[in-house]
């Protein structure tokens, strides 16, 4: 299975840039999705890799490294409504169901 | 489009009663899963299937049931409610095959409490 990272909470200010790891092991890595989370609703979709490299998005970008087992997601220009949780996700090709795992989110505050 | 349906939004069971979580989606796909998310905890998967007339285990199987009898429907059953079941249940679907890429699409989630 997998053994997923994130930090548990972050703070930045408004219009700043914050970027929010993740460090994932496993066996037969199969892509790395992102998603975000506000308060009592359901996550969407916001980024995929499965290859080395950044994935931009708009104001959000996403990396990966396959070889060190980390990914981050880029917010630039932050805004109010950009506080939420963001959920990093790993999919694995072992036992061919290619349903992700989730870490347990990272809350992000941004106040003015 | 509809997307993922879940029904209900809402629920509080007694200890020891039984129900069923619905879960509906139109988009043809084939892969459905199961979901709950508790503070902290992140969302830890429950029970899937990869289409119809298959289902396995997830992370934290026990004490619920599933079955899909058809691509559109996968509910979720709590055989004897217990308080530590108490947490939100979201549904999740995606499409199988060659486009095993694409993201999951997610339920509004279902809030039950155990009392």
């Known amino acids: 299975g997998q053994n997923i990272d994130q930090p548990t909470e972050m703070t930045a200010t408004e219009g700043a840039i914050v970027q929010i790891n993740c460090t994932y092991q496993?066996?037969?890595?199969?892509?790395l999705f992102w998603y975000q989370q506000h308060a009592g609703e359901a996550p969407t979709f916001l980024s995929y890799?499965?290859?080395?490299g950044l994935e931009e998005k708009g104001r959000f970008s996403s990396f990966l490294s396959r070889s060190k087992g980390y990914s981050y997601l880029l917010l630039k220009e932050l805004q109010m409504k950009d506080s939420a949780s963001y959920l990093c996700?790993?999919?694995?090709?072992?036992?061919?169901?290619?349903?992700?795992?989730f870490g347990r989110g990272t809350s992000l505050i941004v106040h003015p | 489009n509809a997307g993922v349906t879940q029904t209900p939004k809402f629920q509080v069971l007694k200890t020891g009663q039984s129900m069923t979580l619905q879960c509906a989606q139109d988009?043809?796909?084939?892969?459905m899963s199961w979901y709950r998310q508790d503070p902290g905890m992140g969302l830890r998967l429950i029970h899937y299937?990869?289409?119809?007339?298959?289902?396995d285990q997830g992370e934290v199987p026990n004490g619920y049931n599933v079955s899909r009898s058809t691509t559109e429907d996968f509910p979720l059953r709590l055989l004897s409610a217990a308080p530590s079941q108490t947490s939100v249940y979201f549904c999740?679907?995606?499409?199988?095959?060659?486009?095993?890429?694409?993201?999951?699409?997610f339920g509004d989630g279902t809030r039950l409490s155990i009392l």
């Open positions: 988009m043809n796909h084939e892969y």
């Open positions: 299937s990869v289409g119809a007339g298959i289902t």
């Open positions: 890799n499965v290859l080395d």
């Open positions: 996700a790993v999919r694995d090709r072992e036992g061919g169901s290619y349903i992700p795992t």
């Open positions: 999740a679907s995606s499409p199988g095959g060659p486009v095993r890429n694409q993201p999951q699409h």
């Open positions: 496993t066996s037969g890595f199969n892509g």
